[in-house]
């Protein structure tokens, strides 16, 4: 009896170590899955961190745009506003403008209906336009002859009205009309066709450089006399020694300086530069502009006198021309015709009603 549980022992005590191994490896496999989940649970608590952080940046982004975006419709709205209270001021200006100017357009109508109703009225104003017309010709373009002819239209158009006022304003329009009458009158198309003629005569004109004189030492004699020369050729050499000792002294005047000489350019550009001085003329002549026509004609005739030959009867001819032209007057002094205006705008003013205008109230906003 006592042998056997001596022989049962070893059994037990070799069954133990595989238990204890197998003990101790689920005790591994237990850590490390209990590892690798804290591991997992860590790095998934970091992402959620990590994605909280982003979310809270994004939103605090997201909320300063729109702070932004709200701070300007806000100042849209602000603008929008005074805009709107600017347009709504102008609109009331607008309105009281248009108010008055329609007043005006009914005060002026009214008075233009009177005026067409009324015979003597249309006839200050048909006055009125004939006065101005010669007005402006006397003062703008100085043409005495078209503001004679407005002036005896306005005095006949007076005629058979016996007023006060009408009659004054006949004897200032006959006044006027004496004084044109008796002023010279220049003939300007003559003297604009003497420029023209003269214009297209400068290319005719024979200048200085042009000119040579006979030079009677370097004819030739006849046969019998040089022939003594040809036969002799130390005399010929002597001679011409002689003759060209004398060439080198020159003797010429310093109180009237010779002009120069001009190549074709400059003789051309000369010609057009006369032209140009004359046709200036015309146009100072046109506007009855006496000291630029006076000017113009002076310096063609200088031009003229310093470089062309004045001993062509051309040029003698020309030079006649235009001194003549230069002491012709092509313009007096003007009457002024303000005071038949004035006499004209008392007898209007005699036909205008004053009417009783009450004060516009304006509504208030």
């Known amino acids: 009896m006592s042998q056997e549980p001596n022989n049962h022992l070893p059994s037990e005590i070799d069954s133990d170590p595989p238990r204890d191994k197998q003990s101790s490896r689920r005790l591994k496999i237990a850590f490390w899955l209990s590892f690798v989940s804290l591991l997992a649970v860590g790095i998934l608590w970091l992402s959620s961190i990590k994605n909280i952080q982003n979310l809270e940046h994004d939103l605090a982004t997201k909320l300063d745009i729109f702070n932004e975006k709200n701070q300007q419709s806000l100042a849209f709205a602000k603008n929008a506003d005074t805009r709107s209270t600017e347009i709504a001021a102008r609109a009331e200006i607008l309105e009281e403008k ?16 009177e005026l067409a109703n009324n015979h003597e009225e249309r006839m200050l104003s048909d006055v009125e336009q004939l006065l101005v017309i010669a007005n402006q010709q006397l003062q703008f373009a100085g043409n005495i002859k078209p503001a004679l002819l407005a002036l005896q239209a306005a005095d006949a158009k007076l005629q058979g009205f016996d007023s006060q006022k009408s009659v004054q304003l006949r004897k200032s329009i006959n006044q006027d009309i004496q004084g044109l009458q008796n002023l010279p009158l220049a003939d300007i198309t003559s003297i604009s066709l003497k420029l023209a003629n003269l214009s297209q005569r400068v290319d005719q004109l024979a200048l200085v450089s042009d000119h040579h004189p ?4 370097t004819k030739t004699r006849p046969d019998g006399v040089n022939s003594p020369l040809i036969n002799n050729p130390w005399r010929k050499l002597s001679k011409e020694i002689l003759q060209d000792i004398k060439n080198m002294v020159r003797i010429e005047r310093i109180d009237h300086p010779e002009p120069p000489l001009l190549t074709p350019e400059q003789t051309f550009f000369l010609r057009e530069n006369i032209k140009l001085h004359l046709l200036t003329a015309r146009i100072a002549l046109l506007r009855h502009d006496q000291i ?3 000017s113009d004609l002076v310096a063609a005739q200088s031009t003229i006198s310093l470089y062309f030959d004045v001993r062509e009867l051309l040029t003698q001819n020309t030079l006649d021309e235009i001194k003549g032209l230069t002491n012709s007057p092509i313009s007096n002094e003007l009457p002024d015709i303000e005071q038949s205006l004035r006499l004209l705008n008392q007898y209007k003013l005699s036909f205008v009603p004053t009417p009783n205008r009450e004060p516009r109230v304006r509504k208030q906003p």
């Open 98 to 113: 248009y108010s008055e100017s329609f007043d005006q357009q009914a005060a002026l109508k009214a008075l233009y209906q």
């Open 214 to 217: 006979s030079n009677t030492q």
């Open 292 to 294: 630029s026509y006076q």
